[in-house]
């Protein structure tokens, strides 16, 4: 026996909604099957299985769950018909094919959705996006992508678009990812070697842009009118280059409920890790200007966001807010770049420099990892120690000479 019941993902996702899924049971095997479609736990009714009437678009999602039962009920009995072994794994494959028809743009968006970070989401969205404009309109199937298709692909990345050697292997890795996770979920088979396998880019190590410590003398002694974009830019790089290079998704987010005494007390957006910053004097003083503007808890330090409620907006929309805010700062940034000479000025700037200096006063580099919220050292350089409180203390201490 199988049974097909609607439930609403106990995981609740940044933006406060659930995703609604479809319990596949057979012979006490349990699979389940999203329908693309995420709400707020309020509007589920447990006892009816369905979504309220209250929700704006609860007639569509309920009937989007209605056609995943059948769906899976249809290909539930064409197993039996055909005597074939049925289990929900089985039938979590063969709906997800049935879906995607094939398609390898298919997949690769619905594997999209199904990634829990906003981010992650729009970058792999703007690669598959670049594909598509590549194929005018037609649709890609898996048997389609082979060698030379890769090949083609690759020189119109490099050649056409002009896409660095990184950019280029990021793409085909991405796409990549997304064939092998076909293979994996019983979407797409196939015998021979993967075609992928015989593509190869030459990366090159990339060159970041990091500030002496002259130029971020430069910065803090630029003067420009109180209250601008501009200075508000200026105030925010700095406060990301005290802070030790934080990054500046969580920084346009901190509320003053993150002051804890001495302490910058926030849960670092990329890896979910909560992260006990001293506040040096330096960062002190720009937090004082801003404090005497605005102080309530839940109220942000910085005022790019003045206005914006988290929970009303969604989450891909948070995103796009959060990228836009730091387009902004960028363009602002340039233009004290301009006025001091500085080839380039960013708030990722920021980070490197922090770095870079760390690195050069201190010689530590598993210290600087840690400071950077870096997972792995390789992305710092070779790693892993994780350092407690008091260390991170005297090691920034030593970085800005106090």
């Not at 494959?93 to 690769?108: D, H, N």
């Not at 968006?109 to 989401?121: C, D, F, G, V």
């Not at 996006?129 to 082979?146: A, P, V």
């Not at 019983?186 to 002259?214: C, H, N, W």
Request: with cysteine; hydrophobic share 35%.
């Amino acid at each position: 026996m199988a049974t097909f019941l609607p439930e609403l993902s106990p995981h609740k996702k940044k933006d406060g909604t659930h995703a609604i899924m479809i319990r596949i049971t057979v012979n006490r095997q349990l699979k389940r099957v999203p329908i693309g479609y995420s709400i707020i736990e309020r509007y589920w009714n447990e006892e009816r299985k369905e979504v309220r009437k209250n929700h704006p678009d609860c007639y569509v999602i309920n009937a989007a769950i209605k056609a995943e039962i059948i769906e899976l009920e249809k290909q539930y009995l064409k197993e039996l018909t055909l005597n074939k072994v049925v289990s929900a794994t089985s039938l979590q494959k063969k709906v997800e094919r049935q879906f995607t028809g094939g398609s390898f743009l298919e997949y690769a968006k619905r594997r999209i959705e199904r990634l829990p970070s906003p981010h992650t989401r729009a970058s792999q969205l703007a690669i598959v996006r670049k594909l598509e404009i590549y194929l005018k309109g037609q649709d890609l199937h898996f048997e389609e992508i082979t060698t030379e298709f890769l090949q083609e692909y690759r020189n119109y990345l490099s050649k056409v678009l002009g896409n660095s050697p990184n950019t280029v292997s990021s793409n085909l890795k991405k796409l990549k990812a997304a064939y092998n996770s076909a293979i994996l979920d019983g979407v797409y088979e196939y015998e021979k070697v993967s075609p992928f396998a015989r593509i190869k880019v030459k990366t090159t190590k990339s060159k970041r842009t990091k500030l002496s410590e002259q130029q971020i003398k430069q910065i803090e002694d630029f003067i420009c009118k109180e209250g601008t974009m501009v200075h508000h830019a200026k105030n925010a790089f700095l406060f990301a280059y005290y802070m030790q290079g934080i990054r500046v998704g969580d920084l346009i987010q901190l509320t003053w409920g993150n002051i804890k005494g001495d302490r910058l007390v926030y849960r670092a957006s990329k890896t979910d890790k909560e992260r006990a910053r001293i506040i040096l004097p330096k960062a002190r003083k720009i937090l004082d200007y801003y404090h005497s503007l605005i102080n309530r808890p839940g109220d942000y330090i910085f005022p790019f966001l003045k206005g914006k409620n988290k929970s009303k907006i969604k989450e891909d929309e948070w995103r796009k807010l959060i990228d836009s805010i730091n387009s902004r700062l960028r363009n602002n940034l340039m233009k004290i770049a301009t006025k001091l000479g500085i080839e380039k000025l960013s708030m990722h700037v920021a980070r490197h420099t922090f770095a870079d200096i760390a690195r050069k006063k201190t010689g530590d580099i598993y210290l600087v990892s840690d400071a950077l919220d870096h997972g792995d050292v390789r992305t710092t350089e070779n790693y892993f120690a994780s350092a407690i409180g008091e260390e991170n203390d005297e090691f920034v201490k030593r970085v800005f000479d106090l």
